[in-house]
């Protein structure tokens, strides 16, 4: 058995910022966490960043290593993913997939959830029936022609750096000003960049968390990750004026409405109680077990002489494209 904790090694950064260290390390399995490249033949496992895959190429791989495709991104957005002949490189896979080895949805975890039944719900006082919050440009859900055409049956206030109709009055206080914003409202229209299975982000779980109800347009087994009769599913209206007709129906029907606050007051489905327990342990956690685990399994340190996975032009390119990055800071 090793007599040094394992060793995990970022080597590529979190889209342009290097890994925040102090947040992984905050885990009780024994490992150290770096993203020192320098490091690389004593790491036990290499985690790729797959948004940063222009930063794999130059990587070496020793025998016994663990590489770990990492990403919270869909693969509609970053097809690498879903390229079984590049995914074949990586021995691990953690990402939002519900079949990933160190699965890391953005499913909240149970504590999340109690405190969120117990929240209040807030006077919906805005004029218009519906919110939207968008900073993004990324439309492969095709949600920039859906707001446009929603929005002549009914009135969408839309904040955020893309589009914006309104802006925050007021101190923004980030994401405790934007929850409020939303419960401020019947409806949040909860609108995905792509549309792919499992790939449910924080905009279903942030109208949940505001005391109001989700329009959500995105990953088609959603309703997986969220309690019964909690959301409005768009794909499941014809139109864009069907749907508007629907939401104004309940808008003008309190009960109808406030049938879809009534999970609140029922306990979870046992389908997302499983989920949440599989998830009870942080995935830096999980992926740190991981990694001790093939670390014990194998007899001493690594050894042996590395190689190339993506091949050497590739090698070349990337470190050519590192130096002159350099050179420009």
């Known amino acids: 058995m090793p007599s040094n904790p394992p060793l995990i090694l970022f080597w590529t950064r979190y889209f342009d910022k290097p890994v925040d260290l102090a947040e992984w390390s905050q885990c009780s399995v ?19 960043h797959l948004p940063n895959s222009r930063e794999i190429g130059d990587a070496r791989k020793y025998p016994g290593q663990l590489w770990v495709a990492w990403s919270m991104e869909s693969v509609v957005n970053y097809p690498a993913m879903a390229d079984a002949s590049f995914m074949r490189h990586f021995d691990v896979v953690m990402t939002y997939e519900a079949g990933s080895d160190v699965w890391t949805p953005y499913l909240p975890r149970a504590d999340w959830w109690h405190a969120v039944r117990h929240e209040p ?61 939303i419960g401020r409202y ?38 997986e990750f969220v309690p019964d009769g909690s959301y409005i599913d768009a794909a499941s209206y014809r139109t864009p004026a069907e749907l508007a007709a629907y939401l104004r129906h309940l808008a003008e029907t309190p009960g109808d409405y406030q049938a879809y606050f009534a999970w609140r007051s029922r306990p979870l489905p046992d389908r997302l109680a499983r989920r949440l327990d599989e998830l ?42 590192r130096a002159r990055a350099d050179l420009g800071r």
């Not at 024994?30 to 790729?48: G, H, K, Q, S, Y």
Request: glycine residues 6%.
């Open 121 to 181: 719900i807030a006077p919906k006082v805005e004029s218009a029936p519906a919110v939207h919050f968008q900073s993004s440009s990324f439309n492969k859900s095709g949600r920039d022609t859906f707001v446009a055409e929603l929005s002549r049956h009914i009135a969408v206030d839309c904040y955020g750096r893309y589009r914006s109709n309104r802006q925050i009055t007021g101190p923004d206080l980030g994401r405790r000003t934007k929850l409020e914003t």
């Open 30 to 48: 024994p490992v150290e966490w770096t993203n020192d490249r320098r490091r690389l033949a004593e790491a036990d496992a290499v985690v790729f």
């Open 186 to 223: 019947p409806f949040c229209l909860a609108l995905e960049n792509s549309i792919a299975p499992d790939y449910v982000t924080e905009k279903m779980f942030d109208p949940l968390a505001a005391g109001t109800v989700p329009v959500y347009l995105g990953a088609p087994n959603a309703a």
């Open 280 to 321: 009870e342990a942080p995935a830096r956690r999980r992926l740190a077990e991981l990694v001790q685990r093939h670390a014990q399994q194998r007899s001493g340190r690594l050894s042996g002489r590395p190689s190339l996975p993506f091949g050497p032009i590739s090698f070349l390119r990337t470190r050519l494209r």
